[in-house]
Nanobody, 125 residues
Framework: QVQLQESGGGLVQAGGSLRLSCAASVRFFSTYAMGWFRQVPGKEREFVAGIGISGSGGSTYYADSVKGRFTISRDNPRNTVYLQMNSLKPEDTAVYYC????????????????WGQGTQVTVSS
């Protein structure tokens, strides 16, 4: 069983930064691909970023909408994945979720087996 807990959300002005964290309670964290997704009411959950397992060199993937602004990283000894968000825009406002799955990163939410409860990010204009 994998438990994920996000933190770091909050209210920030446009142009500001936030760093989200996702702590995983799991053995062999390094063998899980991790993803960040976000969702706004009335819309489907969308892929934001993903990071592969250590064996793949921790390859990273981003949605076009966040490339150059967001950075995903992982700290395997701490069982934690991060999402550094810079140059935030009002359209980044959403609940952000982290997710885990074995093997490779997927941009499809259904491919992930484990999800956190989410953390709210609100960007004011």
């Amino acid at each position: 069983q994998v438990q994920l807990q996000e933190s770091g959300g909050g209210l920030v002005q446009a142009g500001g930064s936030l760093r989200l964290s996702c702590a995983a309670s799991v053995r062999f964290f390094s063998t899980y691909a991790m993803g960040w997704f976000r969702q706004v009411p009335g819309k489907e959950r969308e892929f934001v970023a993903g990071i592969g397992i250590s064996g793949s060199g921790g390859s990273t993937y981003y949605a076009d909408s966040v490339k150059g602004r967001f950075t995903i990283s992982r700290d395997n000894p701490r069982n934690t994945v991060y999402l550094q968000m810079n140059s935030l825009k009002p359209e980044d406002t959403a609940v952000y979720y982290c997710a885990a799955r074995k093997t490779v990163v997927s941009s499809t939410g259904r491919a992930y087996d484990y999800w956190g409860q989410g953390t709210q990010v609100t960007v004011s204009s």
